[in-house]
């Protein structure tokens, strides 16, 4: 009889550009995935990333299951479940992807690599991302990157070999405290379905037509839910191929320039919405990298000379006040009242919420970050915790990014449909007015019935006034001698 070879699903639930289960096919395939309790017990966890996997989890069993083998689910440690399947078929091979994720999962596979030593089991680990693990530096990164994103997708396997395992229940719920840790799950609606088969049409329609404004529509959020392509949640559990999207992509770009890439209407795809789109795919994995190269930065800062810049924790109502969308900040409050209720905001407004958090509200990144990661649908740990240190000023090597809250408003808002939609307290107010309430005479607001400091807000910061003080005191910071010599080591290991 073959022997058993296990494939452990964690971030890749799909079969189509999977070498990590092409690998094993050539023999009995236990393909599993592991329901951790202690992932999901994380402050970065929340329901709706549970609802995105699940229905990813449900697909993904009966895909395999059509091809001889369903998914096999099991719930508990990891290292006790393979331990505990070892015993059952002594598999000799584990089959997975490099996995680039938080503290947490870094430590559950130097436990699962201990595991494999003493059982003299073989892993084997296939690259997902453009991430490499073990580059001191970027140093050849982007060709590395662009060789890897041009080889051949590796076929959907056509029939595997079962084991008979029990495939067990998908849980409902990964802990029983889940549900409850975060109320506010039970009211959040997402539009994302990270299933497969959703995640390949999304890419073909976006590629047929529905991203041709992307470049023009991506940074406000009165358009960018219908403009963005969405693939950033099922990319961030895997359900589609990044080499995937690249290689689709590509494939659209080659057909503009060579004449043939029409939509149905006969109009040429503009070539700028590819361009701008193919670019934000290479930063997934720019980001990405740099947590797989240096793990620290889950609670360190980039420019280390940066780590007690502002003091924690910072103010619990300033916090609290812009957590519920109550800044008395119209167009923030309306964008984190979107988020929550989508689960998915555009990221210039992601940008500009952290920045709100960090400059106007001077909070650190690692008490607000938390919050924002089970907001997000498509929680990326690399990305996330890259961007929230760059948009917080404390990489040490990009440009500070103090957007200011207000022009924002105004720039991507101009009417103030948004903000009225999300922030129906204000809606009496007409036109770009909305956008600054607490600059109308006491008789304009009485007429429209609006008492601020009741019915909304007054801003809990002069944001101006804010502004110019974290500008002053990151300039400060940045100039001392630790923090130079810090942002130069930053630059040569991830500039």
């Known amino acids: 009889m073959q022997p058993v070879h296990v ?9 189509e550009d999977h070498a990590p289960l092409a690998a094993a096919a050539r023999g009995r395939v236990l393909p599993l995935y592991l329901v951790e309790p202690g992932l999901w ?24 299951a059509e091809r001889g083998a369903p998914l096999v689910v099991r719930t508990g440690d990891a290292v006790e479940v393979l331990e505990a399947l070892w015993q059952q078929t002594r ?4 089959h997975s992807h490099q996995e680039t994720g938080n503290g947490w999962t870094f430590a559950r596979d130097r436990a699962v690599q201990h595991w494999c030593r003493s059982r003299g089991v073989h892993w084997e680990e296939s690259l997902q991302f453009g991430v490499f693990r073990g580059t001191p530096d970027r140093e050849g990164w982007s060709r590395r ?5 041009a080889r051949p997708r590796t076929p959907a396997v056509a029939a595997l070999q079962a084991t008979g395992v029990d495939p067990g229940p998908i849980p409902e719920w990964p802990t029983p405290q889940l549900r409850d840790l975060h109320p506010a799950v039970e009211r959040r609606v997402t539009t994302a379905d990270c299933g497969a088969t959703a995640a390949h049409a999304g890419l073909e329609a976006f590629l047929g037509g529905r991203g041709r404004r992307y470049h023009l529509e991506m940074s406000s959020p009165l358009t960018a839910f219908e403009a963005c392509s969405r693939l950033s949640a099922p990319l961030s559990i895997g359900s589609l191929s990044l080499r995937h999207v690249v ?12 004449g043939t890439g029409q939509l149905d209407d006969g109009t040429p ?8 789109f193919a670019s934000r795919l290479h930063w997934h994995c720019h980001f990405m990298q740099k947590l797989e190269s240096e793990p620290e930065l889950e609670w360190r800062c980039f420019n ?5 810049l502002r003091e924690r924790p910072g103010s619990e109502p300033l916090l609290l006040a812009w957590q519920q969308g109550r800044t008395g900040l119209p167009f923030v409050d309306a964008c984190m009242r979107a988020l929550q209720h989508h689960g998915w905001i555009n990221f210039r407004m992601r940008a500009m919420l952290v920045a709100v958090a960090a400059y106007h509200l001077w909070l650190d990144w690692r008490d607000f970050g938390p919050f924002l990661a089970r907001q997000f649908v498509d929680y990326e740990p690399g990305i996330h915790i890259s961007q929230l240190q760059m948009q917080s000023g404390v990489t040490g090597i990009n440009t500070l990014r103090i957007y200011n809250p207000v022009k924002q408003g105004h720039d991507q808002d101009p009417e103030g449909d948004f903000v009225r939609r999300w922030v129906p307290e204000l809606a009496a107010i007409p036109g770009p007015a909305i956008h600054e309430p607490w600059t109308l005479s006491p008789g304009d607001l009485d007429g429209v019935g609006i008492v601020l400091g009741r019915s909304y807000p007054l801003p809990v910061v002069d944001h101006l006034a804010a502004a110019r003080d974290a500008r002053r005191r ?5 100039a001392s001698p630790a923090a130079r010599s810090e942002s130069a080591r930053v630059l040569r290991e991830h500039g």
């Open 7 to 15: 494939v452990w699903f964690k971030r890749d639930l799909r079969i």
């Open 41 to 64: 017990q994380l402050d970065d966890a929340d329901g709706l990333h549970w609802r995105r996997l699940r229905g990813a989890l449900v697909e993904l069993r009966a895909t395999l």
């Open 91 to 94: 598999f000799p091979a584990l």
């Open 145 to 149: 990157w662009e060789h890897l994103m």
């Open 247 to 258: 290689q689709r992509t590509r494939a659209v770009q080659r057909a503009l320039k060579n």
């Open 269 to 276: 795809f503009p070539r700028r919405a590819l361009s701008a």
């Open 304 to 308: 280390r000379a940066l780590d007690d």
């Open 474 to 478: 990151l300039g400060q910071a940045l």
